[in-house]
């Protein structure tokens, strides 16, 4: 073995032995660099993704919310409907109501509120519901509905004036509430919500039929004809349209 090779081997292991330290140095500071911005916690982003959490599970409640009322609803409305197809509501037609005048020798004039009778159970859930959903237009329309076949007609006006502060320019509301005003005398505001319902929606013949019933009752033959005509070119074969004949 010569000295010199021997003295070339130890220098090129030291060599080695320094280009190793550096890499692992440089190695290092990269990790350093890199990993904090790889891994570092921000407040904003964790803030963002805990209100989008936040908003997704309320969105998720209101939609459960809303089709548990949606089912309220749909089961009240059919037990007013089943009540209306047997009430005396007077001469004007309710929206939604029953599809044929009703008979006064057989009509259902209003019971009061007995316990057990199906107008007591329908105020009741209606009642219910409207507590928890407070200002839902559709369970005031109802409620008023409701009172109409009851007999109980200012009651009705509120709730039909509950609901029209949701939805004031709602044909059908507008024409339930001139049913009830005409009810109870207030001949101008019967007339005005008539008038606001056809605004709304000319193909609400129910409001067609009523203000034609109110011009005929004050007198007005020629208003009263005016509208009888307009209402049977577009319902010319209902047990409705055979009264207005």
């Known amino acids: 073995r010569c000295p010199s090779c021997l003295a070339e081997l130890i220098a090129a292991k030291a060599e080695l032995d320094e280009m190793a330290a550096e890499g692992s140095s440089e190695l290092a500071a990269r990790t350093r660099s890199e990993e904090p911005r790889r891994f570092r916690f921000s407040p904003l982003a964790a803030s963002l993704s805990l209100a989008a959490a936040v908003v997704c599970a309320g969105a998720i409640f209101l939609s459960i919310r809303s089709a548990a009322l949606d089912r309220e609803v749909a089961s009240a409305r059919g037990n007013v409907s089943r009540i209306l197809a047997t009430a005396d509501i007077g001469l004007m037609r309710l929206s939604g109501g029953p599809e044929r005048p009703v008979s006064r020798s057989v009509a259902y004039r209003g019971a009061g509120e007995r316990a057990g009778d199906a107008f007591g159970r329908a105020e009741e859930t ?120």
């Open 126 to 245: 209606l009642k219910a519901a409207l507590a928890k959903h407070r200002n839902d237009w559709r369970l005031c329309a109802l409620l008023g509905d409701l009172y109409m076949a009851d007999n109980q007609i200012e009651r009705a006006e509120i709730y039909y004036d509950q609901a029209l502060a949701v939805k004031p320019t709602d044909a059908r509301l507008l024409n339930s509430r001139a049913a009830a005003a005409y009810r109870l005398g207030k001949f101008d505001r019967s007339r005005r919500d008539l008038e606001s319902a056809l605004a709304a929606d000319s193909s609400r013949i129910e409001a067609l039929y009523n203000l034609a019933v109110r011009h005929r009752e004050i007198g007005d033959r020629t208003n009263a004809a005016r509208y009888f005509d307009s209402y049977l070119r577009r319902d010319a074969s209902s047990p409705w349209a055979e009264r207005a004949k």
